[in-house]
C-alpha cells in the first residue's frame, strides 16, 4: 500500500532528470533488490544472492552484467573487486525520488504519535521534547525538531508579583500559547507599578510581534515620553529585556544521537558524526534548517552529500515543515540517520508528526510555558 505524500525531489541525477525511466524492468528489480538488501542488512549484495531471490530466471553472469552497467552509470559501487554492490548516494537518490513505494503508518504507530504529541497539560517544549524523543525511538535515529520562533501576534501580557525583587511576565500570543519568564526588579517594587507597566504593554503590544513593537517601546521610555512613572519604566524594560533574550530565532531540540552512533563502525566516522552534532548547536546551522523547511512544498530529503550540513558525515535526513493556525510555516520535524535509512517508513512517520504538530499550534489555548530556560541546544 502507498501513501500519497508531497516529497520534495531536492535533487536529480546530475544531466539525467529521467534515469529511472532509462532502466529496464530487469535492471530496476535488479537494483531495487540491491537497495532493498542495504536498507535491512548495510551488506553488499552479490549476483548469486540475487539470482536466488528474484526468481527471474536469471543466471549470475546475466545479473552481473547489469550490476556492471548500473556501476557504469553511477548508481552502484563495490568496496573490493571481488565483493558484492552497494548503491551509491547517487543510486539511493534515484530509488527515493522514482522507485521507492512509500508504506503506511500502522495504527499502533499513528496512535503513539498522537498520544505523545497530545498538547493537554503540557507546555509547547515539553510536546516538542517527546516529539524529538518519540522519532527517535520509532525510527531508531536521531529525531530533532526546530521549535517555532517567537514573532507571534500577541494578545495579552501582565506581570504578576512573586515576592520581594521578582515577578513573572506573562505573554499570551493571539494563537493561544502562553510563555512565562521570571523578572529580577528593584526591591520595594509597589504592585501597581506591576498592574501600571502590564497596561501600557497591552495597549502597545496587542496585535503586534515583539520585535515590531520593542524598538518604539524603548526609544519612548528613553526619551520620557510615556506616562508611566519611573519604577513602571523599568518593568516595561526588564520585561522587554526578557522576551527579546528568548529564543526568537527558533531552537533545536536533538534526540537519539545513541542511535545513530550504532552504526558507526570506523573512529573516521565516529568523528564525522560528531562533527555533524556540533555543527547542528549553532545558529547558522539552524537557520539552514529552517531555510530548508521553509522552501520545501512538502517532505525533503537530503542523502549524503546532497546537503552541506550532513555532508561530512555520510548521514540523510528526512525533514518536513509544520505550520501553525495560519498556515505559516514556523519549524520543521525530521529523523536523522545513516543513508541507508528506512525511508518507506520513516517518510510517512515524519509526514505525519508535522502535521499532528500543527494540530497542536493550532489548537493552541491547551499549550503553557513554564518560566525556566529557553528550549534547550538553542
Known amino acids: 500500500m502507498t501513501t500519497p505524500l508531497s516529497v520534495k525531489r531536492t535533487i536529480q541525477a546530475p544531466g539525467r532528470p529521467d534515469a529511472v525511466a532509462e532502466l529496464s524492468q530487469r535492471s530496476r528489480e535488479i537494483f531495487r533488490h540491491i537497495v532493498d538488501a542495504y536498507v535491512e542488512t548495510g551488506e553488499p549484495v552479490g549476483s548469486r544472492t540475487i539470482s536466488r531471490k528474484l526468481g527471474m530466471g536469471l543466471s549470475p553472469a546475466t545479473i552481473r552484467n547489469v550490476m556492471a552497467d548500473l556501476e557504469e552509470a553511477g548508481l552502484l559501487y563495490a568496496r573490493h573487486t571481488s565483493a558484492g554492490r552497494l548503491p551509491t548516494e547517487l543510486g539511493l537518490r534515484m530509488f527515493v525520488d522514482g522507485l521507492l513505494e512509500i508504506g503506511g503508518l500502522t495504527e499502533d504507530e499513528r496512535q503513539t504519535i498522537d498520544s505523545q504529541c497530545a498538547a493537554s497539560g503540557r ?104 506616562e508611566l512613572d519611573q519604577l513602571a519604566a523599568k518593568v516595561v524594560s526588564a520585561g522587554l529585556a526578557s522576551w527579546a533574550g528568548g529564543n526568537k530565532d527558533g531552537a533545536l531540540i536533538v534526540r537519539g544521537q545513541s542511535r545513530l552512533l550504532e552504526d558507526v563502525k570506523e573512529m573516521a566516522d565516529l568523528e564525522r558524526v560528531r562533527a555533524l552534532f556540533a555543527a547542528l548547536e549553532t545558529k547558522e ?59 518507506a517508513r520513516i517518510i510517512p512517520m515524519v509526514d505525519y508528526t508535522a502535521k499532528v504538530i500543527g494540530r497542536v499550534l493550532g489548537t493552541g489555548g491547551t499549550l503553557i510555558r513554564p518560566p525556566g530556560d529557553p528550549i534547550t541546544r538553542s
Not at 523547511?293 to 548521514?315: K, M, P, V
Open 123 to 226: 507546555s509547547l517544549p515539553q510536546v516538542l521534547e517527546q516529539a524529538t524523543q518519540m522519532l527517535a525511538g520509532l525510527s531508531h535515529c536521531a529525531g530533532l525538531v526546530v521549535a517555532p520562533k517567537s514573532a507571534r501576534p500577541l494578545k495579552h501580557i501582565e506581570f504578576v508579583h512573586l515576592g520581594p525583587g521578582r515577578a513573572l511576565a506573562v505573554l499570551v500570543t493571539e494563537d493561544g500559547i502562553v510563555e512565562n519568564r521570571i523578572l529580577d526588579l528593584p526591591i520595594g517594587l509597589p504592585p501597581s507599578s506591576l498592574i501600571e507597566a502590564g497596561n501600557y504593554l497591552v495597549a502597545k503590544l496587542v496585535g503586534r510581534t515583539l520585535d515590531g513593537a520593542r524598538a518604539e517601546i524603548m526609544a519612548e521610555i528613553a526619551s520620557q515620553r510615556t
Open 285 to 343: 546551522s539552524l537557520a539552514r534548517l529552517l531555510d530548508a523547511a521553509d522552501r520545501a512544498e512538502g517532505i525533503q530529503i537530503f542523502i549524503g552529500a546532497q546537503n552541506e550540513l550532513f555532508s561530512l558525515s555520510g548521514c540523510s535526513v528526512v525533514i518536513a515543515p509544520y505550520r501553525d493556525s495560519e498556515e505559516r510555516i514556523v519549524g520543521a520535524v525530521g529523523v536523522i540517520g545513516p543513508t541507508r535509512v528506512n525511508y
